[in-house]
């Protein structure tokens, strides 16, 4: 869920709230707004824990890929070179 439609559902809720008659006061407005923008901030840490365990997963796996592309290229190379100190 993106925090858009979190704030979207909320309004929405608010409004239904109100159609039904239901009348919050300033104090129980307050602690709906602080219960969303806690969901909303525990969302965009989760998001970003995500996107550094992503990061350090891609790096390691490119990092992994890279040792062994080198490791071929200087086997490769010893292999030249002695192939070519016999001709």
Avoid: C, P, W
């Amino acid at each position: 869920m993106k925090l858009k439609s979190i704030r979207e559902s909320y309004a929405k809720f608010i409004k239904v709230l109100e159609t039904a008659g239901v009348k919050l006061n300033e104090s129980q407005k307050a602690d709906l707004d602080s219960f969303i923008l806690a969901i909303e901030s525990k969302m965009q840490k989760q998001k970003e824990m995500a996107v550094k365990a992503t990061k350090k997963i891609v790096t390691e796996h490119l990092e992994e890929q890279y040792k062994k592309a080198f490791k071929s290229i200087l086997e490769h190379q010893a292999e030249h070179a002695e192939i070519a100190t016999k001709i």
